[in-house]
């Protein structure tokens, strides 16, 4: 009887597999970068808007905790340096078609996903593996990120209420918006590092069994149709 579990491909076969899968590996990360990145551009508009509507304090730090969630999966899912970055544009751009729209939230998302994706990339094991520094980082991550983007809206951007309050506004901002968005973030960095350990093994169709052209076609369907809501929503 023949063996056939005993049959090799030709090295260059072996080869060509591997670049092919490799290939599809990248492309698959791009998809998961733009719905993850649309994702959060949508979280943040809807989000903004409806807390807005019902009167919600501290907006931005419910936000910025909320957003953790997902950038820290994200990194579970496609783990590259700059992956949040790109990210972060996404969802900046995502976010310029609220009706409320502000130059310097588009700033704020970018700052935010750059503060983020350096950190990770600098202390990976640490945050990975150790509960305490995850705890630690998040309001590092928070005052970080909230005094750059501070800095940069009052004396680059100068726009409106921040170049008018100058240095005392980012002191303000500071003590009140930070302190609240790192209380909230040491809770939702842990939420966002479970999260992702849990939906990592389902990220790819080779763990799904999901056909790789099924994935493709799901993932830009997905990505489609939060652009279209997102489009829908503005123009109501």
Request: charged share 15%; glycine share 8%; net charge positive.
């Amino acid at each position: 009887m023949v063996e056939f579990y005993g049959w090799r491909k030709p090295a260059d076969e072996d080869m060509g597999v591997q670049l092919w899968e490799k290939i599809m590996g990248k492309f698959e990360k791009i998809l998961m970068i733009l719905l993850l990145g649309s994702l959060w551009g949508a979280m943040e508009l809807f989000g903004r808007d409806i807390m807005r509507a019902m009167g919600v304090p501290q907006k931005s730090a419910l936000l910025f905790g909320l957003g953790i969630i997902i950038l820290y999966a994200s990194k579970k899912l496609v783990d590259f340096p700059g992956s949040v970055v790109i990210m972060a544009l996404i969802a900046g751009l995502f976010k310029m078609a609220s009706s409320y729209f502000f130059p310097c939230q588009f700033s704020a998302v970018v700052i935010n996903g750059i503060v983020f994706d350096i950190t990770y990339t600098a202390f990976k094991e640490r945050l990975d593996f150790s509960p305490v520094f995850r705890t630690v980082a998040a309001p590092a991550l928070v005052y970080v990120s909230y005094a750059v983007f501070a800095l940069f809206a009052t004396y680059i951007l100068r726009e409106g209420s921040w170049a008018a309050k100058g240095w005392p506004g980012i002191v303000s901002y500071l003590r009140a918006d930070a302190v609240s968005a790192s209380l909230i973030s040491i809770v939702t960095i842990h939420l966002g590092y479970y999260l992702g350990k849990a939906i990592q093994p389902f990220a790819l169709p080779r763990t799904t069994r999901m056909p790789v052209v099924a994935f493709r076609v799901v993932s830009v369907a997905l990505v489609a149709a939060i652009w279209m809501a997102g489009q829908i929503y503005v123009n109501m």
